[in-house]
């Protein structure tokens, strides 16, 4: 069973910046493919960016350029820095691991965490 962690979120003004952590038991990340989610209210969760466990990295197009995946095998991590934030980046977010090989928006998920919300005043 493979538990996710999800912390860094909170309240900040657009523009500014945030970084979110999973945190899960050694060995997860360097076994799995890593994404982060997110879900608006009323929205449907959609997929924000992702890095396989030999480092390619994918990203939404709404948040390229503005938002960095990265992953820390010695500390069991999965980092995302997100920079230069909009109103409509407010969400809960969620990171998730797949061993799929799918292409990471499309694979199936087999484990979630319990997400952190993330609030983008304007």
């Known amino acids: 069973q493979v538990q996710l962690v999800e912390s860094g979120g909170g309240l900040v003004q657009a523009g500014g910046s945030l970084r979110l952590s999973c945190a899960a038991s050694e060995g997860t990340f360097s076994n799995y493919a890593t994404a982060w989610f997110r879900q608006a209210p009323g929205k449907e969760r959609e997929f924000v960016a992702g890095i396989r466990k030999f480092g390619t990295t994918y990203y939404a197009d709404s948040v390229r350029g503005r938002f960095t995946i990265s992953r820390d095998n010695a500390k069991n991590t999965v980092s995302l820095q997100m920079n230069s934030l909009k109103p409509e980046d407010t969400a809960v977010y969620y990171c998730?691991?797949?061993?799929?090989?799918?292409?990471?928006?499309?694979?199936?998920?087999?484990?979630w965490g319990q997400g952190t919300q993330v609030t983008v005043s304007s």
């Open positions: 998730a691991v797949t061993n799929s090989l799918v292409l990471l928006p499309n694979a199936r998920y087999a484990y």
